[in-house]
Structure formats: C-alpha cells, structure tokens
C-alpha cells in the first residue's frame, strides 16, 4: 500500500496543476541599480483546491535570487542555469499565494531588462515584465525628448510595421534600428515590437500606465 502512495500523490498534484484555471501577476519596482538588488512580488489566484502549484521565474542572464518568502514563510526556489529561471512547488496553496523573491543586479547592467514566468503547466504570469536601470532612458520614449507622447506612438506604429523612422536628423531604416530605439519601443520586454507595444506606448502617452 505504501508503494502506491507516493506516485498517487504525484497523479493528483499534477492533475490538480493540470486543470485548474489559476492566474498570476507580476510587481516589480519602476527601476533598479546595477549592483543593487530589489524585491519582486508574485501574486497568484489559486482556482479550487489542488494539491499543489509549481511557479516558475525567468530573469534576465546573469540576474540572481537570493532569498524568497512564500506566503510570509521563508523558502528556497530550485534553480535551472538554463534558462535562468527560479522554481517554486507550493503544497496546498491558499486562494491567493504571495511570493516575495529578492533580486540581486549584476554590476554591468545597464538599459531595460525583462521579467517572465509560467504558473504551471504553461499559464502565463501577467502584470509587470519590463525594468530600467535608475536614471537611465524612459521606456516608450523612442526620440529621446524626456517625455511619452504622440510622437513617440507613430515612431513605436512604423518600427512595428517595419517603416523607417528618423529621430533628430537620423534615418533608421529596418531590420537596422539602433538597440536602443528598439529596446525604448519593447514596453512588453518580448524581444520584438510589434501592435502590442504600439498599444502600450499610447496608453502611456495618456497617462493610462
């Protein structure tokens, strides 16, 4: 009998991980310092009563956890080199799980960086994805004048479509964006800009982000 309790209870977490329709944000603070570390909060709405729930962080290479807690309680993630990701197995969660992780900088890091994860077995987490390092460009503003608006929509609009933007007296033309246009206009952190990002930029413009 004892032989069949243990992979009974695997068959049950996972089923529970399996079919329950949870649900995840993300918090992080506005910038970070290189060098420096910060605490990151994941907010995760547990649908029904599963056994267990396996959350999972992707950081930026090079980006470290060093602490976490887990509904207040302290606890140590697994770690996976490749990806850099970080992993939480929380038996018995409750309604709404906190996890609270600490995030160590590296010293050469510099520009916009991203955040993703996955609450198992592929639900993604939602909520903030992007951070910047203090004092550095503002995410969205693609022309460099300080600020978020209209402008910076249209050049977001053509960079999406492929279209070339001049910004002071310079012509960038596809796929040759300089990084740093690029990385402005990534406000999802997903690699590419695309109708997405168009969308974010306008709602920052706005004062709706």
């Not at 592929?122 to 402008?151: F, K, M, W």
């Not at 990534?186 to 709602?203: E, K, T």
């Amino acid at each position: 009998m004892k032989r069949l309790f243990f992979p009974v209870l695997c068959f049950l977490f996972s089923a529970a991980c399996l079919f329950a329709q949870h649900s995840g944000t993300r918090d992080l603070p506005n910038t970070y310092i290189p060098e420096g570390a910060f605490n990151a909060t994941l907010t995760v709405n547990v649908s029904g009563s599963p056994t267990g729930i396996v959350v999972t962080e992707f950081l930026p290479a090079g980006w470290s956890i060093t602490g976490s807690l887990v509904n207040g309680t302290p606890d140590s993630p697994k770690y996976r080199p490749a990806p850099n990701s970080y992993e939480w197995t929380v038996i018995f969660p409750p309604a709404v799980t906190t996890i609270v992780y600490t995030v160590s900088v590296p010293a050469g890091a510099s520009g916009f960086h991203s955040f993703s994860g996955t609450i198992f077995p592929d639900i993604p987490i939602g909520g903030d994805t992007v951070i910047q390092e203090e004092g550095g460009a503002i995410l969205g503003d693609i022309n460099g004048d300080g600020e978020v608006n209209i402008s910076d929509v249209i050049l977001c609009l053509r960079i999406s479509i492929g279209l070339p933007v001049t910004i002071g007296e310079v012509e960038y033309t596809a796929p040759d964006y300089s990084g740093d246009i690029l990385a402005a206009a990534d406000m999802n952190g997903q690699d590419g800009v695309n109708i997405s990002d168009v969308i974010l930029v306008l709602r920052k413009s706005i004062g709706l982000e």
